[in-house]
């Protein structure tokens, strides 16, 4: 079984750039996740889905971030313009609904904002 | 607001040492998660704690989860150099993890 696939793995922008990372989660999976891994911490919600709908964004900074999941798969996250204090690992799961048991992790993409 | 505490946030041990790590929580869970992440990697799934007194083993790793006292613990048995890596807990709360700091454990040949 394919894992949760995540692009790019590292990406180096200058503060006030754009950016997007692509998650695609197991097949099948309902529900979605994007973490924000800052280093020396653990992951930070920023965002569930399930399916292509939003059950969870209170985390999210939307002046800057922005996600979707069009048609209940894949899902890209943005953020415009960058700053510094973004960079960190962006973290993607994937689980066979809300509620289940176990999530399970891309391999993540690391952002530098320089 | 849900908390978790991890420590010690940092271990460095021999090997063939024993020892415990330990995850308090602030309010009422269900379930508790154990992941490892080496240096660059993502998020593996060691143990899923579901129940008062939920006890699992997977090789030299031991989890446990009072829920009582909002309490899971860690415990390496006879520590290997492989089980170089960081530890996190995560505590479900309303299908959203909160996630511990992590602990980062250095076994040293």
């Known amino acids: 079984e394919a894992g949760v696939a995540q692009s790019p793995r590292y990406k180096i922008i200058e503060k006030r750039q754009s950016v997007a990372f692509w998650c695609n989660p197991i097949?099948?999976?309902?529900?979605l996740y994007w973490y924000q891994q800052i280093l020396g911490q653990g992951p930070k919600l920023l965002i569930q889905?399930?399916?292509?709908?939003?059950?969870?964004d209170s985390q999210l900074p939307k002046d800057r971030f922005s996600a979707e999941r069009l048609k209940g798969v894949d899902s890209t996250l943005k953020i415009q313009p960058a700053k510094l204090e973004d960079s960190a690992v962006y973290l993607c799961?994937?689980?066979?609904?809300?509620?289940?048991?176990?999530?399970?992790f891309g391999q993540g993409t690391r952002l530098t904002v320089v | 607001e849900l908390k978790v505490e991890q420590n010690p946030l940092f271990l460095s041990m021999q090997e063939g040492k024993n020892y415990t790590i330990y995850c308090n929580y602030s309010?009422?869970?269900?379930?508790l998660y154990w992941y490892r992440q080496d240096p660059g990697k993502s998020l593996e799934s060691l143990f899923v704690?579901?129940?008062n007194g939920a006890v699992k083993q997977e090789g030299r790793l031991m989890a446990s989860l009072d829920t009582k006292a909002r309490l899971s613990t860690l415990h390496i048995t006879a520590a290997v150099h492989d089980l170089s890596a960081t530890y996190f807990c995560?505590?479900?709360?309303?299908?959203?993890?909160?996630w511990g700091a992590g602990t980062k454990l250095i076994i040293k040949p």
């Open positions: 309010t009422t869970s269900d379930r």
């Open positions: 704690l579901l129940s």
């Open positions: 097949s099948g999976h309902a529900t």
């Open positions: 995560a505590v479900d709360s309303n299908y959203q993890l909160i």
């Open positions: 799961a994937s689980s066979p609904a809300q509620g289940a048991i176990e999530a399970f």
């Open positions: 889905f399930q399916n292509n709908g939003v059950v969870d």
